[in-house]
C-alpha cells in the first residue's frame, strides 16, 4: 500500500476528517456498516475487495474509533465489526456525498437506488444548510474564521 501523507495534525477540519475516514474503500465499508455489514466475509463478498486491504481498511477504521470489533451476534468465535458513535456520526457525510452525485453524476440514470425514509418509503428531503436562526445558507453567504483562544486558567 503507499504511504500517504497523515492530515492528522492539520489545522483544518476538512483535511482532518479525510485523514480519519481514510479513503474510497473506508467510506463503503462504513456505508455497508450502517445498512447492517458486520462481519469480514460480508464485507468482502458485498464489496469484492482483496481480502489483505479489506484487513488494512478495517484495522484502520477500528484504530480510528469509527469501527469496534465485538464477539459474534451469534455465539461464534467470530468477530463482528460495529460502528461506534463516531462511526455512526459518519451517516449524514455519506448522505451528502450520495446527494451530491445524484445531482451531478453524468448518468444518473444508472444510480440504482434512492434513499428513502424507512417509516414512509418516501425520498429523503435534500441536505440543506441552515444558520442557527433557520434560514438557508448559500456557500457566499457562510465564511471561516480563526477560532478564539482558549482562556488561560488564572492560578
Do not use: H
Not at 58 to 70: H, K, M, N, P, Q
Not at 116 to 135: I, Y
Not at 144 to 155: D, E, I, Q, T
Request: proline share 6%; aromatic share 8%.
Amino acid at each position: 500500500m503507499v504511504k500517504r501523507t497523515s492530515f492528522e495534525g492539520d489545522a483544518c477540519p476538512i483535511a482532518r476528517s479525510l485523514d480519519a475516514l481514510g479513503d474510497w474503500w473506508s467510506l463503503l465499508i462504513i456505508r455497508e456498516a450502517l445498512f447492517g455489514l458486520r462481519r469480514f466475509g460480508e464485507f468482502q463478498n458485498k464489496l469484492g475487495m482483496a481480502k489483505n486491504i479489506l484487513s488494512a481498511r478495517l484495522r484502520a477504521l477500528v484504530d480510528r474509533g469509527i469501527l469496534a470489533t465485538a464477539p459474534a451476534s451469534d455465539g461464534s468465535a467470530y468477530q463482528e465489526y460495529v460502528l461506534t458513535p463516531k462511526g455512526r456520526g459518519t451517516f449524514p457525510i455519506l448522505v451528502a456525498l450520495r446527494q451530491w452525485s445524484e445531482e451531478f453524476d453524468d448518468r444518473p440514470e444508472e444510480i440504482a437506488t434512492i434513499l428513502v425514509d424507512r417509516e414512509k418509503g418516501r425520498p429523503v428531503k435534500k441536505l440543506e444548510m441552515r444558520a442557527e436562526d433557520g434560514r438557508l445558507l448559500t456557500p457566499a453567504e457562510t465564511m471561516v474564521k480563526l477560532r478564539p483562544a482558549p482562556r488561560r486558567r488564572s492560578a
